[in-house]
């Protein structure tokens, strides 16, 4: 949530915040503002909605060095005057801020004693007060940020624009914050991703890092231990030239035709780069595999594949819910984290908890650097590329992907499963055809009509009917539950009425009667009245059982990743009929970096 640039260098800073703030989109953000400074005078533009260009944008001065913000609202409504940047009462710095400053209401009551005067509802502008108050004491701007720092409470990440030393300042807490070095100049952002066309060169920060940036030149100093630090430059695997559609609409449905190819980019490790990860799960007692939302599904996925696959003692929970098992945790126990951004909140903090127990940490995102993963013990990476929209797709199916290749790795099949990855990638291409796409548009016209859908699973498609239903609830705004088949006949059943959708995932029979239990659950509903729709093995598309039917790719227990992809077509195809903002969806954000 919510977004951070800053560029200071030799080219012109107005158009590179721009354009990274553009780039910042995908985080979700409902409003946002520009600060560049010209000749020691502060300069702002404002707006709520999308990030576009105005006349009043354009009236900035070209300028060398500022800082951006795009803006999910927590304190303070979608207006104008809370948008950041905030400035001071003088105009000699300006600041924006990512996370929430928890303790935000007896601070602002302090300060209003002392007779400070609000002009937004924001959280940051205390922030603002806070600072102008330590420079009154006679303090210069860095060490009243630092004092004014320490005061707040949660997780908070802020950048400063000093007018009078031209210069940056920003300090980092939980909310993410990289520094990018390029020979025009240094970019400091909430992700790589932002100023990646510009550089591979990054700096990533730790809490309480402040880092001032002068021209092209940075320094970082510690505020928690008071010391300084050496830039630690790390170089990125990828560098992202362009983010774009392409001959898409929508950068979803380019992001689920792309998972041809994400699945193998995120199971392309070796067993010698697996090796580290694989004799930890050994000696573990027990593997607990944290997430959150799409990811939490990833993990159940994850879970079920170590268990089923590899006969290790694996538990899927999810990371807001951790804390009634921490009594039964111990430092012989692994934990692996799963987060798109890298950068998840609710999965941050009982990892903090898991470090200090002396559990060891694995972790698979898709953003390089993040703090999940350099709080982890071995890392790897989805390598997705950027994943725009905010209802994530590729990233969920390279995570599933990812467990099984780590699941079949420690049963000593690695090179079973990427003859099988491999095999599966190919196979997608059914589910990408115009005539594939024409039946779900036609299927999606009858959907469309109705509020309320359910999906039933079983086994290794038990978590796929839930992340089913989330993907299309996340764009289609409809009610969709997922659940376990066997869930049905005690209570579920209740909710089907006539023309009630229900979904009902059917893979080839190879487990032990699962397939009798789905088609036995689809009669009983069918006998109900419900519209019913076969996702899965080719061989039932003939039941009469299914209204409608929707083939996929069959490959071992890989068939359980196709499954989940008619599910986001459906949620891709159902919105665009229904004319919702697939790429934002109301109320959503990308990285979940507030509890």
């Not at 934002?584 to 979940?592: E, G, T």
Request: net charge positive.
């Amino acid at each position: 949530m919510c977004g951070i640039f800053g560029y200071t260098g030799s080219n012109v800073a107005n158009n590179l915040i721009f354009d990274g703030l553009k780039r910042l989109e995908y985080r979700g953000y409902d409003s946002w503002g520009i600060a560049i400074l010209k000749e020691n005078k502060i300069h702002q533009y404002k707006n709520i909605g999308l990030v576009k260009k105005d006349k009043d944008l354009e009236k900035l001065p070209d300028a060398k060095i500022g800082i951006g913000h795009t803006r999910w609202a927590t304190h303070g409504g979608v207006k104008k005057v809370n948008a950041h940047p905030h400035i001071s009462t003088e105009k000699d710095f300006t600041i924006v801020q990512n996370g929430m400053v928890e303790n935000f209401d007896s601070l602002k009551k302090q300060l209003l004693k002392q007779k400070a005067i609000f002009k937004s509802e924001t959280d940051t502008e205390v922030i603002v007060k806070l600072v102008e108050k330590e420079v009154r004491s006679g303090k210069s701007l860095k060490q009243s940020l630092i004092t004014s720092f320490k005061k707040l409470e949660g997780r908070n990440t802020i950048a400063i624009l000093d007018s009078k030393q031209n210069k940056i300042y920003a300090i980092k807490n939980g909310s993410p914050l990289v520094v990018g070095l390029s020979k025009d100049g240094i970019y400091l952002a909430s992700d790589s991703l932002s100023f990646s066309p510009y550089t591979k060169k990054i700096v990533v920060l730790d809490d309480y890092d402040m880092v001032e940036i002068e021209g092209k030149n940075i320094s970082i100093f510690n505020i928690k231990t008071n010391r300084k630090k050496k830039p630690e430059i790390k170089t990125l695997k990828y560098q992202y030239e362009e983010i774009d559609k392409g001959k898409y609409d929508h950068f979803m449905l380019k992001e689920i035709v792309e998972q041809q190819k994400t699945i193998n980019y995120a199971t392309e490790y070796t067993l010698e780069e697996l090796k580290p990860l694989l004799e930890a799960i050994r000696r573990s007692k027990k593997a607990y595999i944290l997430g959150a939302g799409t990811a939490g599904f990833a993990a159940g996925q994850i879970g079920y594949f170590l268990r089923t696959i590899a006969g290790i003692d694996a538990q899927d929970v999810k990371s807001y819910e951790f804390r009634s098992y921490l009594p039964i945790i111990t430092s012989k126990d692994l934990i692996i984290a799963v987060s798109q951004s890298g950068e998840t909140a609710d999965t941050i903090e009982p990892l903090e908890i898991l470090k200090k127990k002396g559990c060891k940490i694995a972790s698979f995102v898709n953003m390089f650097g993040t703090t999940i993963s350099r709080m982890s013990d071995y890392e790897y990476y989805t390598n997705a590329g950027p994943e725009i929209c905010v209802a994530s797709t590729k990233v969920f199916t390279a995570q599933s992907a990812w467990g099984y290749l780590l699941a079949m790795s420690l049963a000593g099949k690695h090179t079973t499963a990427h003859r099988r990855l491999k095999l599966l990638t190919k196979s997608l291409n059914s589910l990408f055809t115009p005539s594939s796409f024409d039946y779900l548009k036609r299927m999606c016209g009858v959907l469309k009509k109705s509020e309320h859908m359910f999906i039933l699973g079983k086994g290794e498609n038990s978590f796929i009917a839930l992340e089913g239903a989330l993907k299309i609830k996340e764009i289609s705004y409809k009610h969709v539950e997922g659940f376990f088949a066997g869930e049905l006949k005690h209570g579920v059943i209740a909710l089907i009425e006539k023309g009630t959708p229900v979904f009902g995932i059917i893979p080839d029979d190879h487990k032990d009667n699962e397939n009798k239990d789905i088609i036995s659950a689809i009669e009983q509903v069918k006998a109900r009245g419900a519209l019913t729709i076969g996702i899965g093995s080719e061989q039932y598309s003939k039941l009469k059982i299914f209204d409608y039917f929707i083939p996929t790719p069959q490959i071992n227990s890989l068939s359980s990743i196709a499954n989940v992809i008619p599910f986001q077509l459906v949620s891709y195809f159902l919105s665009l009929q229904l004319g919702n903002n697939i790429d934002k969806p109301r109320n959503l954000a990308k990285s979940v970096t507030v509890k």
